[in-house]
């Protein structure tokens, strides 16, 4: 009997379109994880808008009688300096692009705890797809999940009002997926790679709390690194979202100072080092 040979990507498809079965087949859970980034934008992005702190319409110096459109180009003037745009909410906009990505591979991680807990893995572990496919097809569905979601918040920060940079190009546009699919590919693999050995849904509930508020607030997200004290701004710059960050603002908003080859550099280590590292550990960590 001849035996049959399988490359070293077998089964990766088959694991990924089974997460994503699970997920385009039950819109409530797809539209219950928009929920937290839209209301980010629609809440926070609007009522904590910067920039109309900056406007003659907002700012009162008493004593000071300066013309309106003195006040406003000032105000033009001071976010720009700052944020690098005139309208704050197309800053966080931008932000939210790579928050409903960490958020999306969190629960990849909680995927692989479910599939322990049902039994579901360890039928997996009796076929002949390699260890190592069984996670990297997971990742491989949470990025589609990451992208496919990403566009959706992008699509309602356009219809709530972000502004992008003139001259914008379908090359732009192909940088932002590309940097959002290096986040997400680093991300998934680490929270697949913190769920390898967890047999308990609340530990892993608990290391993706512990996770996933500090990969936010100590990225720039919110504020350019320059508004944080020295020493968050030292940790910022270890923080892939950051990374992120910075290379969608700089193709979409044109934000100045942007180093494009810096920011993919790090997010393509940053993937490849977490991916190389779940299935070398799948390899060693999931027994039959």
């Known amino acids: 009997m001849s035996s049959r040979r399988y490359g070293p990507l077998h089964g990766i498809w088959a694991v990924a379109n089974r997460e994503l079965i699970k997920w385009y087949k039950v819109p409530f859970i797809m539209g219950i994880s928009l929920v937290q980034p839209v209301l980010w934008l629609a809440l926070f992005g609007k009522a904590m808008n910067l920039g109309n702190l900056f406007t003659s319409s907002s700012l009162q110096i008493p004593g000071l009688d300066l013309p309106s459109q003195v006040i406003d ?45 049902l039994g579901v893995l360890n039928k997996l572990l009796t076929t002949p797809v390699p260890r190592s496919n069984l996670v990297i097809g997971k990742s491989v569905a949470s990025v589609i999940k990451s992208l496919a979601q990403a566009s959706v918040v992008l699509l309602v920060a356009v219809l709530l009002g972000m502004r992008f940079r ?33 047999t308990s849904w609340e530990s892993q509930m608990m290391i993706m709390n512990l996770v996933n508020m500090p990969l936010l607030f100590t990225s720039n997200s919110f504020y350019p690194l320059q508004m944080m004290p020295w020493w968050l701004r030292d940790v910022a710059v270890f923080n892939p979202i950051t990374y992120s960050n910075e290379a969608i603002r700089g193709l979409l908003l044109g934000v100045p100072g942007v180093n494009l080859y810096l920011d993919f550099a790090y997010l393509a280590a940053f993937a490849a080092l977490f991916t190389g590292l779940l299935a070398l550990m799948a390899r060693w960590m999931l027994s039959r």
């Open 73 to 117: 180009e000032l105000g033009r003037d001071i976010m720009l300096r700052v944020f690098g745009v005139t309208d704050y909410f197309s800053f966080l906009a931008a932000g939210m692009l790579s928050f409903i990505v960490l958020f999306m591979s969190m629960n990849s991680g909680m995927s692989l705890i479910w599939d322990r807990r």
């Open 166 to 198: 003139a001259g914008l190009s379908a090359l732009d546009f192909l940088g932002t997926y590309l940097a959002l699919f290096l986040l997400s590919m680093g991300l998934s693999s680490l929270f697949l790679l913190l769920a390898l050995r967890s």
